[in-house]
């Protein structure tokens, strides 16, 4: 059984940073996301890191947000720096088995588990 817990979301003011926190439990799987959903929008892709440690950025963070991942620790982090307004949204980390991740990572479909998310809210 897998288990994803967010942590670290708030509020920030346009400018500034928040570090997200994705404690992982259970089987490893090759890929890691964040995802984000605002209110009335649909879930959109935010950043992915492969098991190699490659990752993927969606154009609208490229540059601003950076994804990592402690394997010891067996936790997924989201850096988020220089924070804009549109950038408020529930924030999902999740994990799934992809035979060609780096073309499928921002389809949230693809994906098994999702954590319960956590808010981040940019004035």
């Known amino acids: 059984h897998v288990q994803l817990v967010e942590s670290g979301g708030g509020s920030a003011l346009a400018g500034g940073s928040v570090r997200l926190s994705c404690a992982a439990s259970?089987?490893?799987?090759?890929?890691y996301s964040w995802f984000r959903q605002a209110p009335g929008q649909e879930r959109e892709g935010v950043a992915a890191?492969?098991?190699?440690?490659?990752?993927r950025y969606d154009d609208s963070v490229k540059g601003r947000f950076t994804i990592s991942k402690d394997n010891a620790k067996n936790t997924l982090y989201l850096q988020m720096n220089s924070l804009k307004p549109e950038d408020t949204a529930l924030y999902y980390c999740?994990?799934?088995?992809?035979?060609?991740?780096?073309?499928?990572?921002?389809?949230?479909?693809?994906?098994?588990?999702w954590g319960q998310g956590t808010q981040v809210t940019v004035s």
């Open positions: 999740a994990t799934g088995l992809f035979l060609q991740w780096a073309l499928q990572w921002d389809n949230a479909g693809k994906y098994t588990y």
């Open positions: 259970g089987y490893t799987f090759n890929t």
């Open positions: 890191i492969a098991s190699d440690g490659k990752t």
